[in-house]
């Protein structure tokens, strides 16, 4: 763009003489570069657009109809062309569909109403919309844990009503129980062993439930004499009420002979057992009967369960490969934790439900610790990978640790050559972290599973004999001490502080040198504790009432005794009672309810048996 500029000269006298004039050429880039760039985007956008254009095609959004005519029938286009001029349509009723039916019954009358289950507030029912909220049904609050103590109150006693008038109707195989009373006993009754299952087999192994305490379970071995029976092939266990005693409450089978067991330790709805090759089982009895096998027996139907689980279908690695010696349970005790003047060890906190393990013992010194774990749901067609768990099965066993106990047994200790045998083990119930385990030559071994450092590794005697001794069978004290009994295959009897290497107490002649066989702490008071030797004698004794020698002995003629357990309730002080469990060789299984002296708690008798340990240290 190009400007002229021009300027006239106008005169004046009082000004300087008019100059030059300026001319020169401008040109506007700002203006004309927008110009352009306004050109460039306009050309892209019609470019944009006319690409856009060819891609997008109409489509339809929706369709309607204009007309829709149905086809006219025949009457109506005759009417149609006929017209309508001059005609008149009617219609007549003949009466052809008028039918008279008489009834007898009467109208009845009916009304809607509504229920609500489970309810949620007080209102739970009600009637029509015209029905008012006052008429409605208001029920009561109600205290549903109270009501189902009460309801479990009063089947267990309306079971023992019905089962006193079962044994009133049938007293046969419950009265030679009577005759078998012993001295040191109020009374005694006898569980029916006379069932057809049980014929011709021996006990081998008694153990009551710690929690659940009228519980108890019974293992018998496989017959003298076998038959093409496929039970007589089976070891068989029952499960019994000792209220209920006409028979058992469940009945187990296994296909190995069983060893040991023990119940859960806080719900007897678990049973555990090891077999002599090397396996342990699981029976979980709330299960269904019908997924287990029921056999018809003197027109009377028996559900014989099989195991939940085994740890057969473990990998060998983690499992046993000699016969269990014993099972327990790990768990802090069910008793109420005391802090006692003789305990060293701080009680842990109380575990509940299934958080819990098991461990089991063989005789070659392998200590397994297994977690219990139920299922969330159970399988019934069964698992890929739990290869032992049985179809709808939800309770499993899962390694979690092994302990060599031979590591721990140096025969240096001893006199004897030779390999170590472990034959029991118990935990300390009042803190399950630390264990003791008897051997076959008279020592006691002391470990925990957390902690190596404990003190003292081994329980001696206090004088070493001439042979070997067998540790038969230990026992702690269920009321918190840390203290235990040890039976031995000489006859002697150790009470053993599980701070000191050597016994507080120590008797070699109260058997005259006959082996112990059993050995249990009684339930209902600390300072008496109850021993079975192997020529079928019982000995009571009562610390308080003497530490020297038993306070009371009863042979056990002519029908031998095998095996024996102690039951009782020592939460209920005025109505405790203290039962001794007797297997016979024939296979009958007695319960002997000891009088009032060796069951009911004495004043201040542990404050008593404290001051007699603390004077024998």
């Known amino acids: 763009m190009v400007f002229e500029r021009v300027h006239t000269p106008v005169k004046d006298a009082n000004k300087s003489p008019p100059k030059a004039p300026i001319c020169g050429i401008f040109m506007d880039f700002v203006t004309a570069s927008h110009r352009q760039k306004g050109r460039n985007q306009a050309l892209k956008q019609r470019t944009r657009s006319t690409k856009l254009l060819r891609l997008i095609d109409l489509d339809f959004s929706f369709t309607f109809s204009l007309l829709d005519l149905l086809p006219v029938n025949e009457y109506d286009m005759y009417i149609r062309n006929f017209g309508k001029k001059n005609t008149k349509q009617a219609y007549v009723q003949y009466n052809e569909d008028n039918v008279e039916r008489n009834i007898q019954t009467e109208e009845i009358e009916t009304r ?45 006693v309306i079971a023992v009503l019905l089962e006193e008038d079962r044994v009133a109707s049938e007293p046969n195989w419950n009265l030679r129980a009577q005759d078998n009373t012993l001295f040191f006993s109020d009374s005694s009754s006898q569980l029916n062993t006379s069932l057809p299952f049980l014929q011709n087999r021996k006990v081998s192994c008694l153990h009551a439930s710690k929690v659940q305490r009228q519980t108890m379970v019974s293992v018998h071995d496989l017959p003298e004499k076998t038959s093409s029976n496929q039970l007589d092939k089976r070891c068989i266990l029952c499960v019994w009420d000792i209220w209920q005693p006409s028979s058992p409450q469940k009945v187990l089978i296994c296909e190995s002979k069983v060893t040991c067991c023990c119940f859960s330790p806080f719900k007897a709805f678990l049973l555990f057992a090891g077999t002599v090759h090397g396996s342990v089982v699981v029976w979980d009895l709330r299960e269904d009967s019908r997924i287990h096998h029921y056999v018809k027996l003197n027109n009377c139907f028996w559900t014989f369960r099989t195991s939940t689980f085994s740890t057969d279908g473990i990998l060998t690695s983690v499992n046993h490969r000699s016969p269990l010696q014993a099972i327990e349970p790990v768990s802090t005790s069910v008793y109420k934790k005391q802090n006692f003047v003789l305990s060293p060890f701080s009680t842990q906190e109380e575990v509940s439900g299934l958080s819990f393990h098991i461990a089991s013992l063989d005789e070659s010194g392998v200590l397994n610790v297994w977690v219990v774990v139920e299922l969330p749901k159970a399988d019934i067609a069964g698992s890929i990978s739990d290869l032992g768990l049985i179809p709808g099965g939800r309770i499993k066993l899962v390694h979690s640790s092994v302990i060599q106990l031979n590591n721990s047994l140096s025969r240096k200790d001893t006199a004897f050559g030779g390999t170590a045998q472990t034959l029991n083990v118990k935990f300390l119930p009042s803190d399950p972290n630390h264990f003791i385990v008897g051997t076959d030559m008279g020592l006691i071994s002391h470990g925990a599973r957390q902690d190596l450092g404990v003190s003292p590794k081994l329980f001696k005697p206090q004088q070493n004999g001439l042979r070997p001794v067998k540790v038969n069978v230990i026992d702690f004290s269920p009321f918190g001490e840390p203290i235990f009994l040890a039976g031995c295959s000489d006859g002697s009897i150790r009470l053993h502080q599980l701070t000191s290497e050597y016994p507080l107490m120590q008797w070699n002649n109260s058997t005259n040198g006959q082996a112990i066989t059993g050995l249990q702490w009684s339930l209902t008071r600390p300072a008496v504790f109850l021993v079975q030797d192997d020529t079928s004698n019982i000995y009571i004794w009562d610390l308080l009432e003497s530490d020297l020698a038993p306070v009371a002995k009863q042979p056990v003629s002519p029908d031998k005794l095998v095996v024996m357990t102690v039951m009782g309730e020592p939460e209920k002080t005025n109505s405790s009672f203290l039962a001794l469990v007797l297997a016979r060789t024939s296979g009958n299984i007695d319960i002997q309810y000891l009088n009032r002296k060796w069951s009911s708690p004495v004043e201040d008798e542990q404050k008593r048996l404290r001051l007699l340990l603390q004077e024998a240290l």
């Open 112 to 156: 809607e109403v509504w229920t609500q289950h489970p309810g949620e507030s007080t209102v739970v029912s009600g009637g029509g919309e015209n029905r008012a909220i006052s008429d409605a049904t208001i029920v009561p609050k109600i205290d549903t844990p109270r009501l189902s103590n009460f309801l479990r109150a009063a089947c267990q």
